[in-house]
């Protein structure tokens, strides 16, 4: 399922809190988007024909929530960011943010943290 950018901003909003009608999205992502609400039921009516979302009918409006987990777009996203730039490799991934970006002590510890528990899980 593909998510786009503007998608993924309304999804967001539903994976922090379900179910949300279209103005309650709409009031969610006032001070960070600038888009109309007739802006955001679109984007609301693509993700429902993706199946990316639920709606449900409460009265005379639609309530709103996710069917596609965070984790699971997460991983999906990641992956093919691996695929498509580092030939599916973690390791050349974390190579080119040192190398371009600092890593600071507290990421430097995170990825110790992480490797040490992957050999002991391996052992």
Request: no cysteine; hydrophobic share 40%; glycine share 6%.
């Given at each position: 399922m593909?998510?786009?950018?503007?998608?993924?901003?309304?999804?967001?909003v539903?994976w922090?809190?379900h179910?949300?009608?279209?103005?309650?999205?709409?009031?969610?992502?006032?001070s960070?988007q600038?888009?109309?609400?007739?802006?955001?039921?679109?984007?609301?009516n693509?993700?429902?024909?993706k199946?990316?979302?639920?709606?449900?009918?409460?009265?005379?409006r639609?309530?709103?929530?996710?069917?596609?987990?965070?984790?699971?777009?997460?991983?999906?996203?990641?992956?093919?960011l691996?695929?498509?730039l580092?030939?599916?490799r973690?390791?050349p991934l974390?190579?080119?943010?040192?190398q371009?970006?600092?890593l600071s002590?507290n990421?430097?510890a995170?990825?110790?943290?992480?490797i040490?528990?992957?050999?002991?899980?391996?052992?």
């Open positions: 593909q998510i786009s950018e503007a998608e993924s901003v309304v999804m967001d539903l922090r809190q179910p949300l009608g279209a103005d309650e999205v709409a009031a969610a992502l006032a960070q600038d888009w109309q609400e007739a802006t955001i039921k679109t984007l609301l693509r993700l429902l024909n199946g990316a979302i639920s709606a449900q009918k409460e009265g005379r639609y309530l709103y929530s996710p069917l596609l987990k965070r984790e699971d777009w997460v991983l999906k996203e990641s992956r093919g691996l695929d498509r580092f030939d599916g973690v390791a974390v190579a080119h943010f040192s371009h970006q600092e002590r990421d430097i995170e990825l110790r943290k992480l040490e528990g992957l050999d002991d899980a391996q052992h």
